[in-house]
């Protein structure tokens, strides 16, 4: 099935300091999400990207769906100790026009922000 | 609530068991969904649902899993004679029907489901 690379696994940063992390797949998608995911909770939608070269921004949070549909990448500025959880990526192919939330997930990057 | 609603949050069973894992979407949306995430690793689909209709059951790992919406709004994921290997969060997300943004899923905070 379809599989989405998610790097880094984990990161450990200073507040302050930006962060940035990645999602690649094998296959096109043509919608690509980012969700946070604290502890006991469900995922939380970030950013949703519809467009090939998208840049959304959401406070300090910008992501961007890439050229070949087939990347997506999260930056956050300026992180302060709330931005703690598990990132993930998620990408939704069309299927035969049909658009509904099944999502694919990356494995998810662990953010530890140290005050 | 304002929230999809999941019950129990915490589920321990022994292997062989039969269980029941409750959802209660957001009122009015129609579109609901279960996921399933193991430890350490990202949600995966399981199910679809659009009102009553189940349009898409291929995430289901096997025929021990069962979902049901009979009414159109709360939904069941039953899973009988549970494994180990069941032992998950079981996530439950509803989203309106607006086709351009029912990618917009609203997570429930899951079953914490654990075989013996």
């Known amino acids: 099935g379809q599989q989405l690379n998610q790097s880094p696994q984990s990161m450990f940063i200073q507040e302050g300091e930006d962060v940035s992390m990645n999602c690649t797949s094998s296959s096109i998608f043509n919608t690509w999400l980012w969700y946070k995911q604290d502890p006991g909770e469900g995922p939380v939608l970030l950013i949703a990207?519809?467009?090939?070269?998208e840049l959304t921004s959401n406070g300090r949070l910008t992501a961007q769906f890439g050229i070949t549909r087939k990347d997506s990448f999260l930056n956050i500025s300026a992180s302060i100790p709330s931005d703690v959880g598990i990132y993930f990526c998620?990408?939704?192919?069309?299927?035969?026009?049909?658009?509904?939330?099944?999502?694919?997930f990356g494995q998810g990057t662990i953010l530890t922000v140290h005050p | 609530g304002a929230g999809v609603s999941q019950s129990p949050r915490y589920k321990v069973a022994k292997r062989g068991q039969d269980v029941a894992l409750r959802c209660d979407p957001i009122s009015g949306h129609v579109s609901l969904f279960w996921y399933q995430q193991a430890l350490g690793q990202g949600p995966e689909f399981l199910t679809y649902f659009q009102n009553e209709a189940q349009l898409d059951k291929s995430g289901l790992p096997s025929d021990r899993f069962f979902a049901e919406r009979p009414e159109g709004s709360v939904s069941t994921l039953k899973i009988q004679r549970t494994q180990q290997e069941d032992s998950a969060v079981y996530l439950c997300?509803?989203?309106?029907?607006?086709?351009?943004?029912?990618?917009?899923?609203?997570f429930g905070s899951g079953t914490q489901l654990s075989v013996l």
């Open positions: 997300a509803s989203s309106t029907v607006d086709s351009a943004t029912n990618e917009k899923l609203f």
């Open positions: 990207l519809y467009k090939a070269g």
């Open positions: 998620a990408g939704q192919p069309n299927a035969g026009g049909t658009s509904y939330g099944k999502l694919t």
